[in-house]
Each structure stands twice: as structure tokens, then as C-alpha cells.
């Protein structure tokens, strides 16, 4: 199971790749929109950036509420310019020399704000689009990107070490994802940092019963897995 301790909410990233970590700042807001726009063009991922930009606002309400229900952590580099329309973080300069956002990734701390409740098999139910709920207990990691132009720095394994160091913090067990089962970089990156497919994928139950009937479960495009945190 997991829970809540307190944590501190808002912790800093973890270092490496060239770039200093941290937390989303309102200012940087439309950085990182451009951010995940850019990094899932082209891919089942894409959304206008519109919705991209109402899902980071959602998020940081969930970072504003006590405790946080969420957290956005970021990369910056220094050799980053803004790709924000005037008003964003537009150099350097206004950073401390850390640059302006390249990379993002968030966890939420009661993964319901995504999926919604929790269904009536364990881990929950499939949803429309084929994506399995996280185990009961379970913070979740969504939306890691980097910007093409700074990706293969080192920036995503740094922004992965931040949100498990904030997880513990908070006091959870476990945390879980969804990655797409056509990008094996990215599958690389989370088996390499101790992620596992979920069990019942692997094994074959339910959810593998649903795939073979409605495209559901363990036959959908993505992959749910879980990093044990003890």
C-alpha cells in the first residue's frame, strides 16, 4: 500500500545532464506546454497544445492544494531559449543563468484525478482507451518529456530520480506508469531504473482476457508498469 507522510511537496530535481532540476513555476507554465508539445509530435501522444496548456494549469491546482495532490518537476539548460509567445521566461537571464525549461514530468499523488475511481477488479479497470488504473496505493508518473533538441543528455533519467525521490518522500510503496509499447527507448529508460510490466499483464488474467475480446488490457498500445520503492 501507500500513503501520505507529509513529504515536502515540492521537492528539488536530481542533478546530471547538463541542467539544473526543479519545480514548475506559473511563469514557466507555457515552456513546458511547448515542452510536451514538442516531444510527443508525431506520436498517439499528441494533443493541441490548447488541452496540453489546460492540463498544466489543472496540475498546478493540484500542486497549490495542502498537501499537493500533484508535482511537476522540470530540467533547465542554460543554453535553452523560450519557445513561449511574450510573457514566458525568455532568457537566462531571468533564471539565475539555469536557463528555461526543457524538460517535464509529474506525479500525482492520488492517480484517481486521472482515472478516475478506482474500478472493482484490484488495480482498477481498463478505460475507454485501454489504459489500466495503477495498483491501489500507488502514486502515478505521467507526462515525463524532453525537448528533442536537449534529449539523450541525461535530463529524463534526472527528472525519473526526482519524482521517486519525492514518492518515498511522500511515503508510497509504489509507483506506475503507462509507456507506449512502440517506443523502446523510453521502455528501456524505466526497466533500466527498476520498473517491471504489471503482473497481470505478464501473467495473463483479466485484463489479458478483456485484450483478446475488445482490444482492452494487456493488447492495448500501452504498457502499464510499477517501480517498488521499499
Request: glycine residues 16%; aromatic residues 6%; negative net charge.
Amino acid at each position: 500500500g501507500g500513503g501520505r507522510r507529509g513529504g515536502r511537496g515540492a521537492a528539488g530535481a536530481a542533478g546530471g545532464g547538463g541542467g539544473a532540476g526543479g519545480v514548475l513555476a506559473e511563469a514557466e507554465a507555457e515552456d513546458a506546454a511547448q515542452v510536451l508539445t514538442r516531444a510527443f509530435s508525431g506520436t498517439p501522444q499528441q494533443e493541441p497544445i490548447a488541452v496540453v496548456r489546460d492540463a498544466i494549469r489543472r496540475t498546478m491546482g493540484y500542486m497549490a492544494e495542502s498537501p499537493p495532490a500533484a508535482v511537476m518537476f522540470t530540467r533547465r539548460d542554460p543554453a535553452a531559449r523560450s519557445r513561449a509567445p511574450a510573457g514566458g521566461v525568455q532568457s537566462p537571464a531571468e533564471t539565475g543563468g539555469e536557463g528555461v525549461v526543457i524538460g517535464v514530468a509529474s506525479v500525482f499523488f492520488c492517480p484517481a484525478l486521472i482515472f478516475g475511481p478506482i474500478g472493482l477488479f484490484p488495480g482498477g479497470e481498463p478505460d475507454e482507451k485501454g489504459f489500466k488504473s495503477p495498483p491501489l496505493g500507488a502514486c502515478y508518473l505521467s507526462n515525463m518529456a524532453v525537448d528533442p533538441d536537449f534529449q539523450r543528455r541525461g535530463h529524463a533519467r534526472a527528472l525519473l530520480a526526482a519524482a521517486v525521490e519525492e514518492a518515498q518522500s511522500q511515503g508510497f510503496s509504489v509507483m506506475s506508469l503507462h509507456v507506449d509499447r512502440g517506443d523502446p527507448a523510453a521502455t528501456a529508460l524505466y526497466r533500466s531504473s527498476g520498473f517491471v510490466e504489471d503482473s497481470d499483464e505478464q501473467m495473463g488474467g483479466f485484463f489479458a482476457m478483456l485484450g483478446e475480446l475488445s482490444g482492452l488490457g494487456s493488447q492495448s498500445s500501452h504498457m502499464l508498469m510499477n517501480l517498488d520503492l521499499n
